[in-house]
């Protein structure tokens, strides 16, 4: 595997790691929204996607998506610092 590449670590646990059971979890969760909106910033749950997933689909259905996004996320382990920037690199998905 490529050094630059990280594995996503909860892929089967939080989310499916089936490329076609996720891609069916995403379509479902994010219907159709009647109109798109431009946003400065969202903030959605990031739970296991039985969890919260609806909720995050239904926020990302009515957004206009940019190329770039820039992810936010808590240290949920405690370990390291407390603030930590990803500078290199790519995560890897199912999809």
């Known amino acids: 595997m490529n050094p630059e590449v990280r594995k996503a670590a909860v892929a089967g646990m939080f989310y499916p790691d089936s490329p ?3 891609a ?3 379509t479902t969760a ?9 946003a400065l910033a969202c903030m ?3 739970a296991g996607y039985i969890f919260s997933g609806e909720v995050a ?3 990302f259905a009515r957004l ?6 820039v992810i936010l ?4 382990t405690g370990q390291g610092q407390p ?3 990803m500078s290199r690199g790519k995560w890897e998905t199912p999809l």
Request: with cysteine; net charge negative.
């Open 20 to 22: 076609e059971e996720l």
């Open 24 to 26: 069916r979890t995403v």
């Open 30 to 38: 994010t219907p159709p929204a009647a109109e798109k909106v431009r």
């Open 44 to 46: 959605v749950p990031h």
């Open 57 to 59: 689909g239904a926020v």
């Open 64 to 69: 206009q998506l940019p190329e770039c996004f």
């Open 73 to 76: 996320c808590p240290n949920h």
């Open 83 to 85: 603030l930590a920037i």
